[in-house]
């Protein structure tokens, strides 16, 4: 007798962003019962969780332990059992050991089993990705048959570039593409992936659906943003951006396939809110998920500490983050009033720190070696470090981790000093260009971003953000004694960084160019200094660090 299939006109699917810790196997395993238990609730027949979820993505070298490949396994296999209750189905990425090496998989599980496994073909190994060091390519996949629905579930990068896997997936009777993410976050980043959705939709001729994972993960924030886009290139549902959510979306068949029904349209922030919120995320779980219970960092007035503690405490709440002001002889009165009316209005604790003794100190331990020397750099970075070593003494005594304050202008020119203001565990505002700084700054002066535990109103007093920047180690001393102005640098900065772009290209901007070519000199030469500095949240398309990796020793220069 001939089995007849049941063609179901409906299907709900569940889209589920969460926030994955990497290695947690337990308690991504837990993440995952719950969104079934959420869905199930809500009347899905399939939940749909994002790339290697498991494991947490990215789980970089985590996959080279057999032991660790095996949890993630046990974990899937246990979650495939349980549906055998008849509630939803779960579509779940996690890493697989396969006889030809280790894979990039996702299980289609239901019915108390796993259907089918699909495995990874496209291997990103660009910027911040890395899989082809650790995973081998799958086979070109076909549709799976899930409740009398032929689902088509490509794989993250599988949509992102032309080898045709949605189109060959169309071609085998696939009905709907189901697409597992981890895509990390970028400013800009969600109309790039409507862009390469929609580049799919179009050639395939079928309806798309898109979850991303939530969350932070080293230098790494992933936004969420999880969204559909029907067949007719409407967008079928938009979820929130840096947030966990599940959305049930319901899709009907008709004539001329599926077509959603019903599904959420979130607002999706743009330009500074973005950015902040980003930080803001890739703060508190970098803080959270390493399990660091404060923060503490020094408060100097200056504009990056402030802008600091406003994401710390938005991040963590008042009651976890330690703010101190360490003055030397050059340290303004004008400094004193705004660190103090800042860690006011943010409510968080402050405490001064005089570091003129312990200076003092060190120069007449070193007053011999010295003699017959002129005082200078040298000097001034002893209040660098000295500073450095009373936080990160702090540190050490109460638990707290230190959060360091440079941004990406200083640490492209290396305006910053090794085992001084470069100490610290995580830097919030590491991928923020100096004027950026003054526009988050700004913008949080005005708004509460969503999940935020800190107050309402002016949190970094205006004479932060209007008065001349100045590292403050000798009197009268601002920053642009020694740089161009942040305008003009950060733009030249970008070029060299983000656009690699020649000296000619720049001076043909409008840029001086001998300020150019001595500014690309000091990015290389402050190779060395970002190589040690703490890791930070990726906001712009190349960071320091993951997407970036200059020699150290190197005489390139573009002549």
Request: charged share 25%; aromatic share 8%; hydrophobic share 40%.
């Amino acid at each position: 007798m001939t089995e007849i299939l049941t063609r179901p006109d409906t299907l709900r699917i569940a889209v589920a962003q969460f926030n994955p810790t990497v290695g947690d196997v337990a308690g991504n395993l837990a993440k995952a019962r719950s969104a079934r238990a959420q869905a199930a609730a809500e009347g899905a027949d399939l939940l749909l969780l994002s790339e290697l979820f498991i494991s947490g993505y990215p789980p970089e070298d985590l996959v080279l332990k057999p032991a660790f490949l095996q949890a993630c396994k046990k974990a899937v296999d246990e979650l495939a059992s349980e549906t055998a209750d008849g509630g939803p189905g779960i579509i779940i990425g996690f890493p697989r050991q396969g006889e030809k090496g280790r894979h990039n998989s996702v299980a289609i599980i239901d019915g108390g089993k796993i259907l089918a496994l699909r495995d990874k073909i496209d291997l990103p190994n660009y910027g911040e990705f890395d899989e082809k060091r650790v995973f081998v390519e799958g086979e070109m996949p076909g549709p799976v048959n899930f409740r009398g629905v032929r689902l088509g579930v490509p794989i993250c990068e599988e949509i992102w570039n032309d080898l045709g896997v949605c189109e060959t997936l169309a071609e085998s009777g696939a009905e709907i593409l189901l697409v597992p993410n981890g895509s990390p976050y970028y400013r800009g980043k969600v109309d790039v992936r409507y862009q390469v959705a929609l580049r799919q939709v179009i050639e395939s001729g079928l309806p798309l659906i898109f979850c991303n994972q939530v969350g932070g993960q080293d230098e790494l924030v992933f936004d969420g943003a999880s969204f559909g886009f029907n067949a007719d290139k409407s967008l079928a549902f938009q979820m929130s951006q840096f947030e966990e959510a599940l959305s049930v979306v319901t899709w009907k068949r008709g004539e001329d396939g599926w077509r959603a029904t019903s599904g959420v349209m979130s607002h999706i922030p743009e330009g500074e809110e973005a950015d902040y919120r980003a930080c803001m995320l890739g703060f508190r779980d970098y803080v959270n998920k390493n399990g660091f219970k404060s923060v503490v960092l020094g408060l100097s007035g200056g504009i990056d500490s402030a802008l600091c503690a406003a994401l710390a405490v938005d991040a963590l709440g008042e009651e976890r983050v330690r703010t101190i002001m360490l003055p030397y002889h050059y340290t303004s009165e004008e400094s004193f009033a705004d660190a103090a009316a800042c860690a006011k209005a943010l409510g968080c604790p402050y405490d001064i720190i005089p570091i003129a003794e312990p200076v003092e100190g060190f120069l007449s331990s070193l007053s011999e070696l010295f003699e017959g020397t002129e005082s200078g750099i040298t000097e001034e970075n002893l209040q660098s470090r000295t500073r450095g070593t009373i936080l990160m003494a702090v540190s050490n005594k109460f638990g707290s981790m230190v959060v360091t304050t440079g941004n990406k202008s200083e640490m492209s020119v290396g305006y910053a000093t090794l085992y001084g203001d470069m100490n610290g565990g995580f830097n919030p505002i590491k991928d923020l260009y100096k004027m950026q700084v003054y526009a988050l700054s700004a913008w949080r002066n005005a708004h509460v971003p969503p999940g935020a535990l800190g107050p309402s109103g002016e949190v970094i007093p205006t004479n932060i953000i209007t008065k001349a920047p100045s590292a403050e180690l000798r009197p009268n001393q601002t920053d642009q004694d020694s740089l161009p102005p942040y305008p003009v640098l950060d733009d030249i900065l970008e070029c060299l960084v983000e656009k690699e772009m020649s000296v000619e290209e720049i001076v043909a901007r409008g840029h001086d160019v001998a300020t150019v070519h001595r500014v690309e000199h000091l990015l290389y030469l402050a190779e060395y200094k970002r190589r040690q500095s703490a890791p930070g949240v990726k906001i712009t398309k190349k960071n320091f660090g993951r997407d970036r990796r200059y020699p150290i020793t190197n005489r390139f220069r573009d002549r």
